[in-house]
């Protein structure tokens, strides 16, 4: 009963009140807002998306996983409500939610699948307090589920081609099919180019990162590409190619770059490894090199193992820690 109160005390609240802009309103409400319907602070994410498409608010059990609900806040009023609930709706189909509000000083407008209900908040009665509970509440919300990602159901296939390879062409193809097959497992990623030959080198792989289907955070901080280099030798990747793929990474102006090499890199044995060069590059500049060997590709199941792959190599070298 005190959850139901507090609510339609607080729906009631803003029709009188004046809000300088949708910052502030954000500001006021949310924080409340989510402590009433039962949402903890790591529950709450604002700006959630990508560049392109941003929604104001979500409730999620984590940034991996599906939200439960999509918010967007409205400083002023408006007679376009049609407007709104498509913005709403775009972000339900990006994000794989099925449920979204948007919330102004004057209005609550709640999207249920194909089920859509306003609510004038300055004639909000206890029963609508009732219904809105019974959809925002989070005691309300089902089991929270991960994004989708691809099954790598070939993988092995291709490791056994790296293992196999023969001639110096097969090499390199048969790793370059398995770092594509890796990136296509992540919905928001894709191979947009490979080998990308360009006026003074060639490129392997290009990879283009898409916010609107799912956000990746490594992706968030490092940018829209990635450049990816494969190395089925025989023996661990040295300093000098690490330094010539480094190389590319500048001239291309891109800050996240991945080696798959079959036998990593070399290690910390020498003042001119290619470890250290990774690591001094990224104290230097900031730009992030990792490095997945043939063992590390083998312990990827399907695209979450990959993600989180990618995230723990990332703070390897952010960190300065071993095992990258």
């Known amino acids: 009963m005190h959850q139901h109160d507090t609510l339609i005390r607080l729906l009631r609240s803003l029709p009188g009140m004046a809000f300088p802009n949708e910052a502030e309103f954000t500001r006021h409400v949310m924080p409340k807002l989510a402590a009433i319907l039962g949402y903890g ?8 998306g990508g560049r392109n498409l941003r929604a104001d608010v979500v409730f999620a059990q984590s940034v991996e996983s599906i939200p439960w609900l999509v918010v967007e806040l409205k400083k002023r009023p408006s007679s376009r409500h049609d407007d709104w609930i498509y913005q709403v709706k775009r972000y339900l189909s990006e994000f794989s939610c099925e449920r979204g509000i948007v919330l102004s000083p004057s209005l609550l407008i709640t999207i249920d699948g194909q089920q859509i209900d306003k609510y004038e908040l300055a004639t909000l009665t206890n029963e609508q307090g009732s219904q809105i509970l019974r ?7 089902g089991a929270s589920k991960d994004r989708p ?7 092995g296939e291709l490791i056994e081609q790296v293992e196999n390879a ?12 398995v770092a594509r097959l890796l990136v296509s497992s992540l919905p928001a990623l894709k191979c947009k180019y490979s080998n990308l030959q360009t006026r003074s080198s060639e490129i392997d792989v290009v990879v283009e990162y898409d916010p609107t289907k799912g956000v990746i955070p490594l992706f968030e901080e490092a940018g829209r590409y990635c450049l990816i280099e494969c190395k089925n030798w025989s023996k661990p990747v040295g300093v000098s190619p690490v330094r010539d793929f480094m190389g590319k990474l500048d001239k291309c102006k891109v800050r996240l770059g991945v080696i798959f090499s079959k036998n990593g890199v070399t290690g910390v044995d020498s003042g001119a490894d290619a470890l250290r060069e990774i690591q001094s590059r990224y104290d230097r500049d900031g730009v992030l090199l990792l490095v997945f060997s043939l063992e590390d590709v083998k312990a990827i199941k399907d695209g979450a193992a990959f993600a989180a792959a990618l995230d723990q190599k990332a703070d390897h070298v952010r960190f300065d820690t071993e095992g990258g």
Not at 166 to 177: D, F, I, P, R, Y
């Open 41 to 48: 602070d790591t529950e709450v994410f604002y700006e959630y």
């Open 135 to 141: 959809m925002l509440a989070r005691d309300q919300q």
């Open 149 to 155: 990602t691809s099954p790598l159901g070939n993988l």
């Open 166 to 177: 023969g001639t110096n062409e097969e090499k390199g193809k048969s790793l370059e099919a």
